[in-house]
């Protein structure tokens, strides 16, 4: 089976065809544009140019949710409060980030703990298909 690299490293078969099913931890496509808007509008008005969408959308991600945090600090700056407040914020906010759902507690290294099951149509599988909800192990 011949395999191509398609939206960020994931690998597809070639033609298309057959029964290839990914785990997806991201938006699909669809959604995702539509949700991230706003930031790629927020983006051109700075004259900042399309480039890497993971990087770009998580550094929007780390600067507002950190600037926002820094503003409500109640001028009480340490690493202990930041880190508790963060956990708090992205459990109960809607952040603008190419992952649907995010959420951080006390020993939690990652903020998105889940994926989609995504498979492929289209010429040479060139979309994307949901096939599940968001699912958490």
Do not use: F
């Amino acid at each position: 089976i011949g395999l191509d690299v398609v939206d960020q490293g994931l690998l597809l078969a070639a033609d298309g065809g057959g029964l290839v099913r990914l785990v997806y931890p991201k938006d699909p496509p669809a959604p995702r544009e539509a949700r991230l808007t706003v930031v790629k509008r927020w983006l051109a008005r700075h004259g900042i140019a399309p480039a890497d969408e993971t990087v770009q959308m998580n550094g929007y991600l780390a600067a507002t949710v950190t600037g926002m945090l820094l503003s409500h600090s109640k001028d009480m700056y340490s690493r202990e409060y930041l880190i508790e407040r963060m956990e708090h914020r992205l459990g109960t906010g809607i952040e603008l980030s190419i992952y649907p759902r995010l959420s951080l507690g006390p020993g939690q290294r990652y903020a998105s703990k889940g994926s989609y099951i995504v498979g492929v149509q289209g010429p040479k599988g060139s979309q994307l298909v949901t096939l599940s909800d968001w699912i958490v192990p």
